[in-house]
């Protein structure tokens, strides 16, 4: 039996591909990365989604070739393919609560938070597509606190976001952060307790790829890469 | 052991709140239902669920309470704590299939046809938020074309939309149109063979509490309830 290959198509400044970045690293799955510019999809991108979205996984073994797209829908996959323990946990409670924190830092805060602020600074930019629109990005900076809050409540209560092991929920929140912290706007000295949940994060192997992320005309500001910031 | 009881907090124009009354349907589960405002949360119910969404489900059983907010994370539990068959698949590259469509039809489709049809047909008039936007209801109508044209291109291949058997992908979709239906907005005669597949669907013993619905102020078009549309 030769062995499975994985392609990723994914963007940097996409939260979800990042998700799906952390997730393949958690599970120790070698993958082959290539940025797609979805808003631009090639031909063959659209063949593989008709939604046009990145992130879009291929895995191939011998003759087998398997086409997943859908952030949520990679990472339960990897979860039930791969040997590596689970990220979403065992109790039916427990993954009931991870799939809830996923919807909300998958919807809600890319919502609220990285479509405003990430679409407006950075997206429009990379897409032509105008000046950033100012009272979004104000509403998405506003916004990010009460999450921050929220993060904070819950390791208050809690060793990870949704339990005492990490969870696919802890990935799909430091996915949404790491974006917006590539952009320099979490504000993480007024914002202790989340911070110190996403010091943890960030100082896993599996965050190591997402660290080393340079976009062309948006440099990270210092801090982004640093595990001591 | 005292038996299990659960209670769903939800909408009738909500169509994710739809879609887990079906799924609560087709895993024969006995469910109280009540009728959430949460554009306009009581307190008990922002207590429930802090992102002020329906559904909610609650799960008691002697004095363990559990409660679940989600529609994806609610579906998957009951197919994770129910006995009846699965409504995911159980090869993992067909549950990723049913996991994409879900993602597909709860946030691509809400996004491009339901939210500005519904949204301005209804939930404006509901939250008394002024006027429909006309052009938002036209774009809705517009969008809704290709979704349905999709379903049919799906459902050649396919005998239910993610495979041979009905899944959660089915619920989706159907739970999704059901809304627009309701209004009287699907066209369903130049969609033939979405029809066909909306017609099998909407024959399950699961969709007959949905056909029930009465909203006060929007009677549903004499259609939506004839099995024989």
Redesign the interface.
Known sequence: MSATTYRLYHHPLDATSRCVRLALAEKAVVCDLVIEKSWDPSADFRALN??CEVPVLVVEQSKER?V???G???C??LD??QAAATMLGKD??I???V??LV??FD??FQREVTTPLVGEKAWKRLMGAGEPDSLLIRTGIHNIGGHLD?IAWLTERRNWLAGDSITFADLAAGAQLSVIDYLGDVPWDSHVLAKEWYARLKSRPAFRGLLGDHIAGFPPPRHYADLDF
Chains 1, 2 share one sequence.
């Open positions: 008709p939604a398997l997943l797209s859908d949520q829908a990679i339960e996959y039930e393919t039916p409670a993954r009931a609560e799939r809830r919807g909300w919807r809600k929220y």
